[in-house]
């Protein structure tokens, strides 16, 4: 009976390392997300920063309309992965679930952002980042990501006590570790099934 047990205990843990690597194979393949968002966000901060603060162009917010872009590459991006998946495995699951509901959260902030102003906006979007990269870390065991999410959402409430200006710069840094040196540095390791 103890060995019975023991087999089964054996056989769950191996069956959640199966799930986990499984999962983070996935997010390897799936980091153009990673990619996509990271970098537009990156050169949107950058040529806003730019565009205002260096050359003091009238309106330096516009640049942030490519982001619209980024949600049709994203969408047309999951549209055809979807053709090519057969099962969405319980970590998937619970990967959409957090990054969906970052993504609830910040369309939500967009929309109030003209109410209660983009300096505190900003500074929200670093926090959302950071946790969605932070919970996403904990489940996978990846702990650059982990630290980019801590990272992230440090920016975000270092930015609450910033100048506008300054908000630009502490949101290059929480994408930079968030987004975009975590998929740099993430390894293609297949799962063994």
Same mark, same amino acid.
Request: proline share 3%; hydrophobic share 50%.
């Given at each position: !009976? /103890?060995? *019975?047990?023991?087999?089964? /205990? ?15 194979? $996935? ?13 537009? *966000? ?10 205002? =603060?260096?050359?003091? =162009? ?24 979807? %053709?090519?998946? %057969? ?34 906006? =900003?500074? @929200? ?10 919970? *996403?870390? !904990?489940?996978? %065991?990846?702990?650059?990501?982990? &630290? ?13 006590? $910033?100048?506008? $200006? =300054? $908000? ?11 987004? @975009?040196?975590?998929?740099?540095? !993430?390894?293609?390791? &297949?799962?063994?099934?």
């Amino acid at each position: !009976m /103890e060995s *019975t047990k023991q087999w089964n /205990e054996k056989e769950s843990l191996h069956l959640i390392r199966s799930m986990v690597e499984s999962t983070k194979y $996935q997010i390897y393949q799936d980091r153009f997300l990673y990619f996509l968002w990271g970098y537009l *966000t990156l050169g949107c901060a950058v040529a806003h920063y730019v565009s205002g =603060y260096v050359l003091s =162009y009238a309106h330096p917010y516009r640049v942030w309309m490519l982001m619209a872009l980024g949600g049709v590459a994203h969408f047309v991006y999951l549209g055809r992965r979807k %053709k090519h998946s %057969k099962v969405k495995s319980y970590m998937g699951r619970v990967m959409a679930g957090i990054w969906g509901g970052m993504g609830i959260a910040i369309i939500l902030v967009l929309f109030k952002a003209f109410t209660i102003g983009w300096e505190i906006a =900003y500074p @929200i979007f670093m926090i959302l980042y950071g946790t969605a990269s932070y919970a *996403t870390a !904990m489940a996978l %065991k990846y702990r650059i990501l982990m &630290i980019g999410g801590i990272a992230s959402s440090i920016c975000g409430f270092i930015a609450f006590s $910033q100048p506008f $200006q =300054y $908000q630009l710069i502490l949101l290059m840094v929480a994408v930079l570790t968030s987004y @975009i040196i975590p998929a740099h540095l !993430m390894k293609a390791k &297949i799962p063994n099934n």
